[in-house]
């Protein structure tokens, strides 16, 4: 049999009902079939979108939502510092929409519209999770369970955007539309790109250890000494996970470019990211109350220690 | 077409100027921190702390009065679970004692508390009792 014969078998041509007429299609499936799939493809990706975000918010905020230090500064932390930590995430989320958002989008608008969706993820899983390890519950004061929930929201609702990028399974054609995309961009718009997506990596991971005792406790046993040679590794650190030992993702050195170009150009300010962001989250958390200059610095640079790594692996993973 | 990519490479260059400028800056910050921490490492490391204790304030609560206090650590060194107490006479004649115990305070830090003392305390004396190595 031909393929032209073939092709006339499985095209059945159905009678006329009225003035239309129906034809089925080689998969055996008609127009109208077709529309409606059409139809449902869009609500069937949001809701996959809308599922993988959730996905992402409970395996990205695990560790906080079980971490008690975090429960414990939802009611201690001041409430003006608590919604500065909102204000901070919020253009971050409309950021992270924009580039790895758990749909495509096409203008700010609907970056913002995920971004507000990704929050609401958050502040659901949260509430969910809090419930039902009974960290929230009746007999607590409105303020210390909104507390509780908004604080866990911050780092769900980056993993729910997260969520897309790390789960779904289109990385390949995401990275294609990227690699096609970053022909319009500037080099200073990637440069920029760049240097947010190490932000995000940084307050991630930095959320992830500042509310523990430990940082502080860390940079209490340590030496002036020591804090130098922690900021040394972790620029050596940051530096080799991008550079040197080929990690999935990783840049390769180039000829044309010394070493000490993308150390001072990425890496330097990439550090300095961590530091601020470190800084930030500790000033948050109300962990620099009080503490001198000196003791201010090493708990920084401490913290600025899994930051960098986050700020190094966002740039390999995103 | 030849005017597009000189466009492009001068686009390029002064993205690079720009983030030359950036890493500078960054780098000299870097080494402002290395500079302030070899300094405090060469001047003020060893020791041990130094802590005082301060009475801030005394606010009645119904039966009980609280008593604010801060701690400051002048030392060059961290203390670890310093407790602090209040040695108090509440009108029966004999001395009374109430601690608290803080996590850390750092060196060059104050950290604030509170003890609860009876509403009737004639006199009170608050004071740090010690403190371990962190």
Request: net charge negative.
């Amino acid at each position: 049999m031909s393929f032209a014969e073939l092709e006339a078998a499985l095209i059945v041509t159905r009678p006329l009902m009225g003035t239309q007429a129906i034809v089925s299609t080689r998969n055996g499936s008609t127009k109208d079939d077709q529309h409606d799939e059409e139809k449902r493809a869009p609500l069937r990706a949001k809701v996959v979108g809308i599922g993988r975000a959730f996905g992402g918010a409970l395996i990205f905020s695990l560790p906080m939502l079980m971490t008690m230090e975090l429960w414990w500064l939802g009611f201690m932390l001041d409430r003006f510092r608590l919604a500065m930590l909102v204000v901070v995430t919020l253009p971050l989320l409309v950021g992270l929409a924009r580039r790895i958002g758990f749909e495509d989008t096409w203008d700010w608008q609907e970056d913002v519209r995920d971004a507000c969706v990704a929050f609401a993820i958050g502040l659901l899983t949260a509430t969910v999770v809090l419930s039902v390890f009974k960290v929230i519950g009746p007999g607590m004061s409105f303020d210390e369970v909104i507390g509780k929930i908004v604080l866990q929201a911050i780092p769900a609702s980056i993993g729910a955007l997260l969520g897309r990028s790390q789960l779904g399974n289109e990385g390949g054609e995401a990275d294609k539309e990227n690699a096609e995309t970053a022909s319009s961009t500037t080099p200073m718009r990637d440069y920029c790109g760049e240097m947010f997506l190490m932000a995000v990596g940084a307050l991630f991971l930095s959320l992830n250890v500042a509310p523990t005792d430990e940082m502080q406790m860390i940079a209490q046993m340590m030496t002036p000494t020591h804090a130098v040679l922690l900021l040394a590794l972790s620029l050596l650190v940051m530096h080799g996970f991008v550079y040197a030992v080929g990690f999935k993702g990783s840049a390769l050195p180039t000829n044309d470019e010394p070493w000490i170009s993308d150390f001072v150009r990425f890496t330097l300010v990439g550090y300095m990211l961590a530091i601020l962001i470190s800084l930030f989250v500790l000033w948050s958390f109300g962990r620099l109350d009080g503490e001198a200059f000196l003791p201010t610095v090493m708990t920084t640079i401490v913290l600025a220690f899994p930051a960098a790594l986050g700020a190094a692996a966002a740039r390999l993973i995103l | 077409m030849r005017e597009k990519s000189e466009r492009a490479t001068g686009a390029e260059k002064q993205a690079e100027q720009v983030e030359w400028a950036i890493g500078i800056v960054s780098a000299i910050v870097i080494i402002a921190i290395v500079g302030f921490l070899v300094h405090r490492g060469a001047t003020a490391t060893g020791g041990a702390p130094n802590l005082s204790v301060t009475t801030e304030r005394a606010a009645d609560f119904g039966e009980t009065g609280q008593l604010l206090f801060s701690v400051r650590n002048d030392g060059t060194r961290a203390a670890a679970n310093v407790i602090v107490s209040a040695a108090f006479d509440d009108g029966s004649g004999e001395m009374q004692r109430r601690s608290v115990h803080l996590d850390h305070i750092s060196a060059g830090s104050t950290k604030t508390g509170g003890l609860y003392l009876p509403q009737d305390t004639v006199e009170f004396e608050v004071f740090v009792e010690g403190y371990a190595d962190p």
